[in-house]
């Protein structure tokens, strides 16, 4: 089992900044694959950035270019804590956010779809104009 343990959100003014971080816990060796979903009120859930853990570091991706250049996602990987530095947010930024964890082998465009093996709680960000 895996548990995913996220924090950071709150509520800031557009422009502003925050800095998400998820925990990761238990069978960490499993789960190569962390990343951030969100889901806006009234929408579907969709993915915004992840990261390939491997033995000395991490690689990233990210699902689109509405938040390539103003978020980044990154890792500690001795702490198995995963980050997402929101800059320059806007409103149609605000939404819960999700950390999430999977086992697959390969990335095959993991933040497009909105499945994972295992999701934290969620944690609200609010932007306001």
């Known amino acids: 089992q895996v548990q995913l343990v996220e924090s950071g959100g709150g509520s800031v003014e557009a422009g502003g900044s925050l800095r998400l971080s998820c925990v990761v816990s238990g069978d960490t060796e499993r789960v190569r694959y962390r990343g951030w979903f969100r889901q806006a009120p009234g929408a579907e859930r969709e993915g915004v950035a992840a990261v390939y853990t491997y033995a000395s570091g991490y690689a990233t991706f990210y699902a689109d270019d509405s938040v390539k250049g103003r978020f980044t996602v990154s890792q500690d990987n001795a702490k198995n804590t995963l980050y997402l530095q929101m800059n320059i947010l806007k409103p149609e930024d605000t939404a819960i956010y999700y950390c999430?964890?999977?086992?697959?082998?390969?990335?095959?465009?993991?933040?497009?779809?909105?499945?994972?093996?295992?999701w934290g709680h969620g944690t609200q960000v609010t932007v306001s104009s």
């Open positions: 999430a964890a999977d086992g697959r082998l390969r990335y095959d465009g993991w933040l497009t779809g909105r499945s994972a093996d295992y």
